[in-house]
């Protein structure tokens, strides 16, 4: 048996958890979204899905013309990495942006959320007979595009945020030249 003092503490927790999380696609008292980085960047993930879906279909059927004869092996990869190379390579123009740069990398973060629910939730529906399949789809569809998404936009924005001016120089006005 359970220890309901025990469960009654734990649901406490999560409850909190939840309200917290859930509170800050809350609106303020002067109707703006408390964080604007987790609502932008959640929107930012379905049009970096779409951008990545739209790459596939658009070079797939060209690369496997392109690679026909080709090795089983090769033509995996290079079908996986190519369009995955391009929608990341676009996905980048949102740096030329003004604004938060951590919306890339949220947004990279949220699809890999998104990305993770759904290899959960098909690996349920389907079966563990099928995880070999499954697995196999994500690898191609989805691997490449979170590992290449993700480092670079990690990546790029480590260099920003290691160069951008200090806050406390920042702060002092009569230093700036």
Known sequence: MANPIRQKE????????????????????????????????????WVLLALYGGCFALFNPWLDGLLQGAPVGLITLVEA???????????SLVWLLPGDKRLL????????????????????????ESAGLILQ?????????LALGLGVSLLVYYLYWKKRPAAGKAARPWERQ
């Open 10 to 45: 734990i649901d406490e927790r999560v409850g909190k958890f939840a309200d917290k999380f859930w509170g800050a696609f809350q609106m303020t008292e002067n109707g703006r979204v408390k964080s604007t980085i987790l609502l932008y960047s959640f929107c930012l993930c």
């Open 81 to 91: 990495v190519v369009p995955a190379a391009v929608g990341t390579v676009a996905a």
């Open 105 to 128: 990398p949220a947004a990279y973060i949220w699809l890999t959320a998104l990305v993770l629910a759904c290899l959960i939730a098909l690996m349920i529906m389907m079966g563990w």
């Open 137 to 145: 789809f994500f690898g191609m569809f989805a691997l490449a595009p």
